[in-house]
């Protein structure tokens, strides 16, 4: 039977600490990624996953049982939708396949681009 419990996460260390040991350096990339692009943005957790704030919302990620979930919202998406015609997409996600190289140039692009959005 699966358990129903949530799991409360005090913050993003804790996140992928408790994360299985093959996606952890993936995540670690993600969120140095991101506060390299983003060094003023504030790390929380929301909605159970990684949360990155500048004013509103940049990005959330998460595991889950075969990819790790990005979820930059909509408007990223669509514009690098090309880009993105290899992974699996939908309204405000990109799901990242557990164990291939995350694709760190079109995050970056993804990031960079609602960073500007998020400044407007």
């Known amino acids: 039977m699966r358990s129903t419990m949530k799991v409360e996460?005090?913050?993003?260390d804790d996140y992928i600490s408790q994360q299985p040991l093959q996606v952890q350096d993936q995540?670690?990339?993600?969120?140095?990624?991101?506060?390299k692009l983003a060094?003023?943005?504030?790390?929380?957790?929301?909605?159970g996953m990684p949360t990155f704030k500048i004013v509103k919302v940049l990005a959330h990620f998460g595991v889950q049982k075969t990819h790790i979930g990005f979820y930059p919202g909509p408007k990223p998406i669509e514009h690098y939708k090309v880009q993105l015609r290899a992974y699996s997409i939908?309204?405000?996600?990109?799901?990242f396949e557990i164990g291939k190289p995350l694709p760190l140039e079109i995050i970056s692009e993804m990031i960079n681009f609602k960073i500007k959005q998020l400044y407007k």
């Open 27 to 35: 995540l670690q990339q993600l969120r140095l990624l991101i506060r």
């Open 39 to 47: 060094p003023e943005a504030t790390e929380h957790i929301s909605y």
């Open 90 to 95: 939908s309204k405000g996600t990109v799901r």
């Open 9 to 12: 996460y005090q913050d993003i």
